[in-house]
């Protein structure tokens, strides 16, 4: 078995630190592409309950996912 190629790219946003991650060769699964707002545990949060968004392989979709996350930041403060 093949270990994956695990790429992370953390920014922030008002504060919250947001992962922008790419996960690949992980036979024989899909590589996994996901935008997720990281838990703040001094707001009660878990990584049971984080916000993630999935995007496929164009920039596009990546920029959609990343829109989506930032205005549910903006909804919280």
Known sequence: ???PK???VYVFHKGREISISHHRDR???PD???VAVIP???RGETYSN???ER???SLNSLIDELIKVRDEIDKQN
Do not use: A, F
């Open 1 to 3: 078995m093949k270990m």
């Open 6 to 8: 695990m790429n992370n």
């Open 27 to 29: 036979d024989p699964m």
């Open 32 to 34: 996994e592409r996901e």
């Open 40 to 42: 703040d545990k001094d």
């Open 50 to 52: 984080m916000y993630i």
């Open 55 to 57: 995007y496929g392989s």
